[in-house]
């Protein structure tokens, strides 16, 4: 137990550690971490693959050394912690106890002189002096003697400890959130309702809208949404980028949104060429068949298909590549009775190919009777909205604030400690001094010389 | 004056410090250092008025894109250099830091390195972004400075010097790492907590920022505790900026992630 407990106490291990989990880190960035056992194969051959996933490198800061390694941490963080905690505290908090001339001199910075005054004046002017100069004193007396400690910014000495602290509470919270936080991605078009999971309310979304800048480039992502609880609205408010909604312990995040053209609602203008006052504007859906009236030669006009984004596939075929409405195109038939007349894909944003030129399908018989346009399109664009419910964060950011301060005490306020003996001699006191710092040693310097300096020659 | 033509003029003037600056060292002429730190701090004067034009025009942080988050390096490098420039007496810390801001201001005005004003991609519209760069480049300053220091150390043969340097670079360390901590990796989970909702993804770049932390936390450690001093502490300290360096440029291009801005 004893070894144990001295293993664990070690300043060594905790360096072996340190450099342990930053090469380890070092190889769970060169690996990608998380992909498909397909990807490794593809990426390292099967072999090496085979010992990646043996060794848990592909899920390395999940695995279980990696782990061990973080447990092995904790023990030997807290073990450190506690050792070194009593004697610090004794050092900022003791009370001034005897004191010997020769140990006060051995100190870093030092002085020796002699008061021409009795000791409780020597003490007085010794004590306002210190005082002066923003420390706190402790004092003894022993008769013809006496001992004087004086310390500032003791808080310093515990910014080691705080720092470590905040580590033990930051890896708590992530022990946390690993057990315990849950996220969801939820997709909701306009109006649609959707139970949030590991909850008892629904989220309901209003309105989605994309800000563009006057310059063009996507500003802002805005979901207008509305918790329900048992069919009433308990909660009205906007997730953007940024700046999540949170109800009840469950936050919700602007991931990204989507585009969805099933039931797309297509406008089409058709007439016959060169006779503006043919021109009949219908609105349909895909898969419709509507009549048209006004238009020589046609009774009715129907879309067969319509993508957001046309491309020509392998094959020829007539793609989609991507759900974003870059090339909206609609395949249109034209009818006179039950004869096809026309036959074509119309785009959007080339009205001028809307003349009938077929691609796939039979040929139109005759392609210059009409022509069309794709006037408009409305798909849906949806929300997709992260539902995250994760009791670690606040242990989180609890050890944050512990670290940071920690580290602020430990390196901008380094604590002073100065001592001072007075004892009487032949109607006189003699006095020895010394001091230290544990950083910025040569402003201490400074302080510690004008202090005694004007002891000895008070204005 | 625009801004600019305050770049170009804080530029000129960093080329003149270090000049004047390395002429000193050559010709022996202590002095000199003097003229070299006060042309860094007129640099630094005009690069100042430049970044807040640049602020204002834009309506955003100075640090979206390669440019700014470069030229923003410079600048809280010659801060570190105008705090530690005068009282380290280490004559040689100003020319060669200068040599890293000059260098980094001439990458930064490269043409590979895009320069406009770019509106904001909703990610990166926040608060955080101030606070998260700003001071995450404010701390590897000071870790460039004790780089500095410790590659003069292992040059040096002068044995007072190189206590000099030592204790340089350690008081380097000490104000740099604290800034580290809070910019890169509390504010950083922070923000991330906010517009991801995750504070932590294991992000190539997060573990990078952690692999620095760890090089410092060792620097630190090894130094105070177990009283290392000299060549070792400064093979850590180069190490460390080396990381740093890695996180804030490697990462970018060599290594995939989440954190494609800058």
Not at chain 1, 25 to 47: D, K, W
Request: proline share 4%; with cysteine.
């Amino acid at each position: 137990m004893k070894r144990v407990w001295k293993f664990l106490s070690s300043v060594k291990l905790a360096i072996v550690l340190i450099i342990l989990l930053a090469v380890s880190s070092i190889v769970g960035t060169l690996i990608p971490q998380g992909r498909s056992a397909v990807e490794y194969t593809a990426r390292y051959g099967g072999s090496l693959a085979g010992i990646f996933d043996a060794l848990r490198l592909t899920r390395l800061f999940r695995s279980p050394w990696f782990l061990a390694l973080l447990s092995l941490f904790v023990a030997n963080t807290v073990v450190c912690t506690v050792t070194r905690f009593a004697p610090k505290w004794r050092r900022a908090f003791r009370q001034a106890t005897e004191g010997d001339p020769k140990s006060v001199l051995s100190m870093r910075s030092s002085c020796r002189f002699r008061l021409p005054l009795d000791l409780d004046a020597a003490r007085g002017s010794v004590e306002r002096a210190l005082r002066r100069r923003r420390y706190v004193l402790s004092r003894s007396l022993h008769g013809d003697k006496a001992v004087i400690q004086a310390r500032k910014r003791r808080l310093g000495w515990f910014g080691s400890d705080v720092v470590h602290i905040g580590l033990l509470v930051i890896l708590a919270g992530g022990f946390t959130s690993g057990l315990a936080s849950r996220r969801t991605q939820l997709s909701l078009s306009n109006g649609q309702t959707t139970a949030v999971p590991g909850a008892s309310f629904e989220l309901r979304l209003d309105k989605f809208e994309t800000e563009y800048y006057p310059q063009g480039g996507v500003k802002d992502w805005k979901s207008t949404v509305s918790v329900l609880d048992g069919g009433a609205r308990v909660r009205a408010g906007t997730v953007e980028v940024n700046e999540p909604l949170t109800y009840h312990g469950v936050s919700f995040y602007q991931q990204g949104y989507g585009w969805t053209w099933d039931g797309a609602r297509l406008v089409l203008e058709i007439r016959a060429p060169g006779d503006a006052a043919s021109s009949r504007t219908v609105t349909l859906k895909a898969g419709e068949r509507v009549p048209v009236e006004g238009v020589p030669g046609v009774t009715q006009v129907s879309v067969r298909s319509f993508v957001p984004d046309f491309v020509i596939g392998q094959g020829n075929q007539v793609q989609s590549r991507s759900d974003e409405p870059n090339n909206p195109a609609a395949l249109v038939e034209a009818w006179k009775g039950e004869e096809r007349v026309y036959s074509g894909w119309v785009f959007a944003k080339f009205p001028e190919f809307g003349q009938g030129h077929g691609t796939g399908g039979p040929s139109p018989r005759d392609a210059n009777k009409i022509a069309v346009v794709l006037k408009d399109y409305t798909g849906a664009a949806y929300s997709v909205i992260e539902a995250a419910k994760d009791p670690g964060a606040t242990v989180i950011w609890i050890g944050c604030a512990l670290v940071t301060l920690g580290l602020f005490l430990a390196f901008y306020w380094p604590p002073r400690e100065i001592r001072v003996v007075l004892e009487t001699a032949q109607g006189r006191v003699d006095l020895a001094a010394g001091g230290q710092a544990s950083k910025s040693r040569d402003a201490f310097q400074a302080e510690f010389d004008e202090i005694f300096a004007s002891i000895r020659r008070p204005e | 004056m625009t801004e600019s033509t305050l770049f170009t003029l804080a530029f000129a003037l960093y080329v003149l410090s270090l000049v004047v600056y390395f002429a000193g060292l050559f010709a022996r002429r202590d002095r000199w250092a003097g003229g070299g730190l006060a042309l860094a701090v007129l640099g630094f004067a005009a690069q100042t008025a430049a970044l807040i034009m640049r602020t204002v025009s834009s309506g955003h942080a100075p640090f979206t894109n390669m440019f700014e988050s470069l030229s923003f390096l410079a600048w809280a490098m010659v801060l570190a250099l105008i705090v530690f420039g005068r009282t380290s007496r280490v004559p040689r810390l100003g020319p060669y830091l200068m040599l890293i801001v000059v260098a980094l201001d001439a990458l930064a005005s490269s043409p590979l390195m895009p320069k406009g004003a770019t509106p904001l991609v909703p990610a990166l519209q926040s608060y955080w972004l101030w606070l998260h760069v700003s001071v995450t480049l404010l701390g590897e300053a000071f870790f460039a400075v004790a780089f500095v220091s410790s590659l003069l150390y292992l040059a040096a043969g002068d044995e007072e010097k190189k206590v000099r340097l030592d204790a340089l670079a350690y008081r380097a360390v000490a104000v740099g790492f604290p800034l580290f901590t809070l910019g890169g990796l509390v504010f950083g989970m922070v923000w991330a907590y906010r517009a991801w909702g995750s504070y932590w993804s294991w992000d190539p770049k997060e573990v990078w920022s952690l692999i620095t932390w760890f090089v410092f936390a060792l620097y630190l450690h090894t130094r105070i505790v177990m009283g290392w001093k000299g060549k070792r502490s400064a093979f850590v300290a180069v190490i460390g900026f080396l990381a740093a360096l890695f996180t804030y440029f490697g990462v970018n291009y060599l290594l995939a992630g989440l954190h494609s801005y800058a």
